[in-house]
């Protein structure tokens, strides 16, 4: 199938109850980085730059406001070339036969620029504490964005099965020092799933190359994610939905897809996905 269920972004489908509630579901505060993602999916790209830059200017050694801002460069891009239509996630054939979108050269100048920012305070980061959480995120983030780029905006989908197993290995380490970063079992959700689609010879080879490739531990990853994650919930929500439409359960896509609806009444994606199910 498609890599494009990735990230987004980590791009990514917001809340159980809430947009204040999913962001605030770890008890902490909410600030600039939530008031950014919290635009990016909405769609209000310009404000969540403005949040994540501002949030940069404070926190100068900080790696997730850039990555964060690369996210909402991916996102603005996957609008304005319609690429996350359900239809070419739900269907093999028409993901294989999708043509290449004309990218926007200023736009991934932006965003190169802004994920090599975010590696160069990730590793000044790990220097100093190997197990910082946050620059483990940014890294796992930074992998999953740049897969993005290269399959949904370049289809280059061999290039991006790197990064899908290099940001699985990423979030397993960065698991192993802190379990309770939900955010991260994206990625290891995502690996296990999308690969889990493949035709069983393919399968087969994957796991030679140390991809993980089951689907139901897949599942069970982004249920994680969608129920207790911060940044990347509404996404594992998302990804969630188009599981649910290829096992032909309209009942629970149309369950998530209207939390996101209610959630984030600015994001015109969900509520055309919703509409096709209603």
Not at 73 to 78: C, K, T
Request: neutral net charge; contains cysteine.
């Amino acid at each position: 199938m498609n890599f494009r269920l990735k990230i987004a972004a980590a791009t990514f489908a917001l809340l159980w109850l809430s947009a204040t509630a999913c962001f605030a579901a770890d008890n902490q505060p909410a600030n600039l980085l939530d008031d950014g993602y919290r635009d990016m999916y909405n769609l209000q790209f310009g404000n969540a730059h403005l949040a994540f830059q501002q949030w940069q200017r404070e926190h100068p050694e900080d790696p997730l406001a850039p990555v964060s801002d690369a996210a909402a460069y991916l996102f603005s891009e996957f609008d304005r070339l319609h690429v996350l239509e359900s239809e070419l996630f739900v269907s093999d054939q028409k993901f294989e036969s999708r043509s290449r979108p004309a990218p926007n050269p200023q736009v991934k100048q932006a965003f190169m620029a802004q994920l090599a920012r975010s590696r160069q305070l990730v590793q000044a980061a790990l220097a100093r504490n190997p197990d910082d959480v946050n620059a483990l995120l940014s890294n796992v983030l930074a992998l999953g964005l740049e897969g993005d780029y290269l399959a949904l905006i370049e289809k280059r989908d061999m290039q991006a099965l790197k990064y899908l197993k290099d940001g699985r290995a990423a979030a397993e380490r960065l698991l192993a020092a802190n379990p309770s970063c939900n955010d991260a079992y994206l990625a290891v959700g995502v690996e296990n799933y999308l690969l889990s689609l493949k035709p069983a010879p393919v399968r087969w080879f994957l796991r030679i190359g140390g991809a993980q490739t089951d689907k139901a531990a897949g599942l069970e990853k982004l249920r994680i994610t969608a129920e207790k994650g911060h940044y990347l919930l509404p996404y594992a929500r998302l990804l969630l939905a188009v599981a649910a439409l290829r096992d032909n359960d309209r009942k629970r896509a149309r369950f998530l897809l209207q939390d996101l609806v209610t959630n984030f009444p600015q994001n015109h994606l969900y509520r055309s996905e919703l509409a096709k199910l209603n």
